[in-house]
């Protein structure tokens, strides 16, 4: 499938090079951090972040909690810049997320985080940011400029530097061999022809994302996505949340986008699928074994993370084609700008 010309078909396009490009960049920023963090051996780590990397923070959480067995926590950043307070962070890691770093929130919060005593870092595009001078320790995403107001190259630079980070921490080679491979991977999975939900999704009024471990944090990605570039509501849920209350929404006229991980939580997912279509959901998958005209198509298996990476570059190419088949400019989205200054 060809995207479509504009502006965020454009930069998701440029996802497999900026992740090439970062490899190199991140490097020389990751070490010093991994090896503050082996010293301090923090039992928490606190993230930060808002709209797109709020949900790249999700994907941390994953994959820090799998690989490290740290719990991981979402911090409220009003507690800083309304209230005035500060969270006891003292020899824990706090790491905020933003591609602009301009978010007087997240700066504040950093800043809080850093007087309380944390080993404070940040993952920007923007590494001359507010938020990086607050920080200890600056990653770059190295997605290069980002024009779109929707974010997408810099989504994904986001999670292959998040797990970077965890694969040099954990020590996990074999995830670290994935990310070698995942730009090749990323430009393949950026061809795949998912047109098949764009019918279903483009006369919807409202649908739903489902994800699990690592795809949970894409499911979220999609549904965010389905409000920006399409002015379609989607609300993203946990393949096991659903099944508390929400899945009482369930009909033939109330799409839904499951995204199947490739890990041990993909069998659960598979009984989810067969038990909503057994309440006549109209439910599209990624999973590989799925034999139903409804299978959305994927590359071949190759690691549990980012494969789920390679399911949000096939959901924007997609993204695109929707957005045109309702007659949204995805370029100039409502109500919405793409540095958002909030306190």
């Not at 997605?143 to 989504?155: I, L, M, R, Y």
């Not at 699990?212 to 570039?229: D, M, N, Q, S, V």
Request: charged share 25%; proline share 5%.
């Amino acid at each position: 499938m060809t995207m479509q010309d504009n502006q965020i078909a454009i930069e998701a396009r440029e996802a497999p090079q900026a992740v090439a490009r970062q490899r190199e960049l991140i490097a020389p920023r990751l070490a010093p951090l991994v090896a503050r963090l082996r010293n301090v051996d923090p039992r928490v780590v606190v993230t930060c972040a808002r709209g797109s990397s709020a949900h790249a923070a999700t994907f941390a959480k994953h994959l820090i909690e799998r690989g490290l067995g740290l719990p991981v926590a979402s911090a409220a950043p009003n507690i800083s810049s309304v209230y005035g307070g500060a969270l006891r962070l003292d020899g824990q890691f706090f790491l905020a997320i933003s591609q602009s770093g301009g978010s007087n929130d997240l700066i504040e919060q950093a800043a809080a985080a850093r007087r309380s005593g944390a080993v404070t870092a940040c993952l920007v595009n923007e590494v001359e940011s507010e938020l990086a001078a607050q920080c200890e320790f600056v990653l770059p995403m190295a997605a290069g400029p980002e024009f779109a107001v929707p974010a997408t190259k810099t989504f994904i630079a986001s999670l292959a530097a998040l797990a970077r980070l965890v694969a040099l921490w954990s020590q996990d080679r074999a995830l670290d061999d994935a990310l070698a491979r995942l730009p090749e991977r990323l430009a393949r999975a950026a061809e795949l022809d998912w047109s098949r939900m764009v019918d279903a999704f483009s006369r919807a009024e409202s649908l739903v994302t489902i994800g699990r471990g690592p795809t949970l944090a894409i499911a979220r990605e999609a549904a965010l996505k389905l409000k920006e570039t399409a002015n379609l509501h989607a609300e993203a849920f946990s393949a096991a949340e659903f099944m508390h209350g929400p899945v009482s929404l369930v009909s033939p006229l109330y799409p839904i986008l499951m995204l199947t991980p490739t890990d041990e939580a993909a069998s659960g997912m598979r009984r989810l699928a067969e038990d909503l279509r057994g309440k006549g959901a109209a439910l599209f998958t990624t999973d590989r074994e799925d034999e139903t005209r409804n299978r959305l198509p994927t590359i071949a298996a190759d690691h549990p993370e980012t494969d789920a990476i390679c399911l949000i570059q096939s959901f924007y190419a997609m993204a695109a084609r929707l957005a045109a088949a309702r007659g949204v400019d995805v370029d100039r989205p409502r109500h919405l700008q793409k540095v958002t200054r909030t306190r």
